[in-house]
């Protein structure tokens, strides 16, 4: 957007198309209070808003002087955020009046590559067309910016949702909840998997929740087509955002595939239902570490109302061996359902007994220090976006880092006991017997005697 500091804040405004003359005029004469003869460029923009002329994002962007608002015929509104691949607005068709998101490849990112990368999310994001997806409207390029423009989804996202949450109120979703937007999004993977498309960056921040809660998956631009990986500008490289990474892609890039979105899927939902991440702490590397080699803390250990079946799912979609992960994102969905239904009933499992799946690692013992226990339980999201150098620095693990030991990892309170009633049944019903046969011998002899 072009900027000039030399300009005030009506010649801007007018300048940029956005007011003209006798509206701007008509402004000044509202702003007045009290037969002001002067009033502040702070006070004519907010008359300005107040009418409905201009935004609170667009009255800054004019008080700083710039005058280009607009990106072919969308007219900016307001700012959304940023992700690694580019700026997010708000705006508007100028002739349709349609609200719309348009997402902009910054120029000084705007590299041969990046380039490359965005056209390539613009082509694959076109193609797809589901309600739990975002959808993909118009691309263009106005001057030397490239831009991208999909459907607008009012709300937020879910990480601000949880971290919303937890700040208010201590707590992240209910199991019916999170259910809800989980299945909802596995939905939408479900459909991109269909096509033969692995989104790679399954995470709370890139699933938008409406206000009637309505999920839907965004941010394709790491996404992959599983038929030809070799054509992906980023194959052999890590990409995604390290709490939700799986073990093969760490280990393996090229053998992404649809189970490594599940297994993000399932870290997000173990996000959004106790508000950590399952390996708080530590720097990207020694999160992809903890990924291949350690379990998360249990669930319960931080939201203690979780069913068992409710846990059980989390831990089928986060398995690191993905023959023994659950098979389909629409599986996902299948076994979320009861607690969309039926609110905070318990469903049956329906996968194998927990001795074969793997064990959580529970959290420290009681003879731990209580700063080390309470640091656990207080460590924040740190989240890295983007691609991971397998050959990064290394900052070290502070203390958020979950302690692993042998002996927890074996702990019988999360193992299943071996059952001796079987036995000790068998060993009462051959001694009964033979205890009143003895007694009987015994008793008729000494019978005959007397």
Same mark, same amino acid.
């Given at each position: 957007?072009?900027?000039?500091?030399?300009?005030?804040?009506?010649?801007?405004?007018?300048?940029?198309?956005?007011?003209?003359?006798?509206?701007?005029?008509?402004?000044?004469?509202?702003?007045?209070?009290?037969?002001?003869?002067?009033?502040?460029?702070?006070?004519?923009?907010?008359?300005?808003?107040?009418?409905?002329?201009?935004?609170?994002?667009?009255?800054?962007?004019?008080?700083?002087?710039?005058?280009?608002?607009?990106?072919?015929?969308?007219?900016?509104?307001?700012?959304?955020?940023?992700?690694?691949?580019?700026?997010?607005?708000?705006?508007?068709?100028?002739?349709?009046?349609?609200?719309?998101?348009?997402?902009?490849?910054?120029?000084?990112?705007?590299?041969?590559?990046?380039?490359?990368?965005?056209?390539?999310?613009?082509?694959?994001?076109?193609?797809?067309?589901?309600?739990?997806?975002?959808?993909?409207?118009?691309?263009?390029?106005?001057?030397?910016?490239?831009?991208?423009?999909?459907?607008?989804?009012?709300?937020?996202?879910?990480?601000?949702?949880?971290?919303?949450?937890?700040?208010?109120?201590?707590?992240?979703?209910?199991?019916?909840?999170?259910?809800?937007?989980?299945?909802?999004?596995?939905?939408?993977?479900?459909?991109?998997?269909?096509?033969?498309?692995?989104?790679?960056?399954?995470?709370?921040?890139?699933?938008?929740?409406?206000?009637?809660?309505?999920?839907?998956?965004?941010?394709?631009?790491?996404?992959?087509?599983?038929?030809?990986?070799?054509?992906?500008?980023?194959?052999?490289?890590?990409?995604?955002?390290?709490?939700?990474?799986?073990?093969?892609?760490?280990?393996?890039?090229?053998?992404?595939?649809?189970?490594?979105?599940?297994?993000?899927?399932?870290?997000?939902?173990?996000?959004?239902?106790?508000?950590?991440?399952?390996?708080?702490?530590?720097?990207?590397?020694?999160?992809?570490?903890?990924?291949?080699?350690?379990?998360?803390?249990?669930?319960?250990?931080?939201?203690?109302?979780?069913?068992?079946?409710?846990?059980?799912?989390?831990?089928?979609?986060?398995?690191?061996?993905?023959?023994?992960?659950?098979?389909?994102?629409?599986?996902?969905?299948?076994?979320?359902?009861?607690?969309?239904?039926?609110?905070?009933?318990? #469903?049956?499992?329906? =996968?194998? &007994?927990?001795?074969?799946?793997?064990?959580?690692?529970? +959290?420290? *013992?009681? !003879?731990?220090? %209580?700063?080390?226990?309470?640091?656990?339980?207080?460590?924040?999201?740190?989240?890295?976006?983007?691609?991971?150098?397998?050959?990064?620095?290394?900052?070290?693990?502070?203390? #958020?880092?979950?302690? =692993?030991? &042998?002996?927890?990892?074996?702990?019988?309170?999360?193992? +299943?006991? *071996?059952? !001796?009633?079987? %036995?000790?049944?068998?060993?009462?019903?051959?001694?009964?017997?033979?205890?009143?046969?003895?007694?009987?011998?015994?008793?008729?002899?000494?019978?005959?005697?007397?």
């Amino acid at each position: 957007m072009t900027r000039n500091p030399r300009l005030s804040f009506a010649e801007a405004a007018i300048r940029s198309g956005l007011i003209s003359e006798k509206k701007y005029a008509r402004a000044v004469e509202l702003a007045k209070t009290n037969d002001q003869d002067e009033v502040s460029d702070a006070q004519i923009s907010e008359a300005l808003i107040k009418s409905g002329l201009i935004t609170s994002y667009q009255a800054q962007q004019l008080r700083d002087g710039r005058t280009k608002l607009s990106l072919g015929p969308y007219l900016i509104t307001d700012f959304i955020g940023q992700g690694g691949m580019g700026r997010v607005f708000k705006a508007v068709h100028r002739v349709m009046g349609r609200e719309c998101a348009v997402k902009v490849l910054p120029l000084e990112k705007s590299t041969r590559e990046s380039r490359d990368s965005f056209m390539r999310e613009i082509r694959l994001q076109a193609g797809l067309d589901n309600p739990y997806v975002v959808r993909a409207f118009d691309a263009g390029v106005d001057g030397n910016v490239h831009y991208l423009v999909t459907e607008y989804v009012p709300g937020t996202d879910l990480r601000k949702m949880i971290r919303s949450r937890m700040q208010s109120d201590g707590t992240a979703l209910t199991m019916s909840e999170a259910a809800l937007v989980i299945s909802q999004a596995a939905t939408g993977l479900q459909y991109a998997h269909d096509l033969g498309l692995i989104h790679r960056d399954i995470k709370p921040g890139n699933i938008l929740v409406t206000p009637d809660g309505h999920a839907k998956l965004s941010d394709i631009g790491l996404a992959a087509w599983s038929m030809g990986l070799q054509d992906d500008p980023r194959a052999g490289k890590i990409v995604g955002t390290a709490d939700y990474l799986s073990p093969e892609q760490i280990r393996d890039p090229m053998s992404v595939g649809p189970l490594s979105d599940l297994y993000s899927l399932g870290c997000t939902l173990y996000y959004t239902v106790t508000g950590k991440v399952p390996f708080p702490g530590g720097d990207s590397k020694a999160k992809c570490r903890r990924h291949c080699e350690e379990t998360p803390w249990h669930p319960r250990n931080l939201a203690p109302d979780l069913a068992e079946d409710f846990v059980d799912t989390i831990a089928d979609m986060m398995e690191k061996d993905p023959a023994r992960r659950i098979q389909s994102a629409a599986e996902v969905a299948e076994r979320l359902e009861p607690w969309i239904t039926s609110g905070l009933s318990v #469903a049956p499992s329906s =996968v194998a &007994a927990s001795e074969t799946r793997q064990a959580w690692t529970p +959290p420290p *013992p009681p !003879h731990e220090p %209580a700063q080390l226990r309470e640091s656990l339980r207080s460590a924040q999201d740190e989240s890295g976006s983007g691609a991971i150098s397998r050959s990064g620095s290394r900052n070290g693990e502070n203390s #958020a880092s979950l302690p =692993v030991s &042998a002996d927890w990892e074996t702990t019988p309170s999360l193992r +299943p006991r *071996p059952s !001796h009633a079987k %036995a000790i049944s068998i060993a009462l019903a051959i001694a009964i017997p033979i205890s009143l046969a003895i007694g009987f011998v015994i008793g008729y002899a000494i019978h005959g005697k007397v």
